[in-house]
């Protein structure tokens, strides 16, 4: 697939298969084109070149790579929660126990920590019960030791709820240690071919979603 602005490809050349059970890295540098990617894949762009496709009903949990909130809006946790739509109060603490958050209460959010902060998004994503987890640099803004918590944790939800998960980062080192495929994007060199390299479970036959 390929995503174009003007006379410039934004990405161009992506092919990918999110299987289900899987985690797939989608690496590269800033300004490589990977929120555009994920973007795209959600339906959330428009391709100008090649199709996405996707399983029907396919459930997806999207955590974005930044969520603006005005400081002064008095939102809590599990406000956030239901900001968008009505779940029953057995799924939103199913939710947040998933990510570790059950035991908080109900604070303001603007008193949550990065991480914790990150972990809210996460949970707001997971009440969907996705097929298809997709996370646009969770880790952004949280520090080595939180980073490491929230991959072990997204590891533990890939794992307890068989969803396929598509990770957003910038770290190809954590991708090639934790990852089952990693694809990487070029910047400013989109009429060239991805650097795709293929973890040992990468040939999996394709379920969840597929992008071209």
Not at 64 to 93: D, G, H, K, W, Y
Not at 98 to 114: D, E, I, K, Q, Y
Not at 186 to 197: G, K, L, S, T, Y
Request: with cysteine; charged share 25%.
């Amino acid at each position: 697939m390929g995503v174009r602005r003007g006379e410039r490809w934004i990405i161009r050349h992506v092919d990918l298969t999110v299987d289900r059970g899987q985690l797939i890295y989608l690496v590269g540098a800033n300004g490589a084109g990977k929120s555009t990617c994920a973007k795209a894949i959600l339906g959330l762009l428009a391709v100008d070149e090649g199709s996405i496709e996707r399983t029907p009903d396919l459930r997806v949990g999207y955590v974005p790579q930044r969520l603006a909130l005005n400081p002064t809006l008095p939102l809590t946790v599990r406000r956030l929660m239901t900001l968008t739509e009505r779940f029953p109060s057995r799924r939103i603490e199913s939710a947040l126990a998933a990510v570790g958050l059950h035991r908080l209460g109900n604070p303001p959010v603007t008193t949550l920590s990065g991480g914790e902060f990150q972990r809210l998004l996460l949970a707001r994503a997971l009440i969907h019960r996705p097929d298809l987890l997709v996370l646009d640099e969770p880790a952004q803004g949280v520090d080595m030791a939180g980073s490491g918590v929230l991959l072990d944790l997204i590891q533990d939800i890939r794992r307890d709820l068989r969803c396929g998960v598509l990770l957003i980062s910038h770290d190809l080192d954590a991708a090639m240690s934790s990852g089952d495929h990693v694809v990487a994007l070029v910047p400013h060199a989109h009429d060239e071919r991805p650097v795709d390299q293929t973890a040992p479970h990468a040939g999996a036959a394709p379920r969840g979603s597929r992008q071209d």
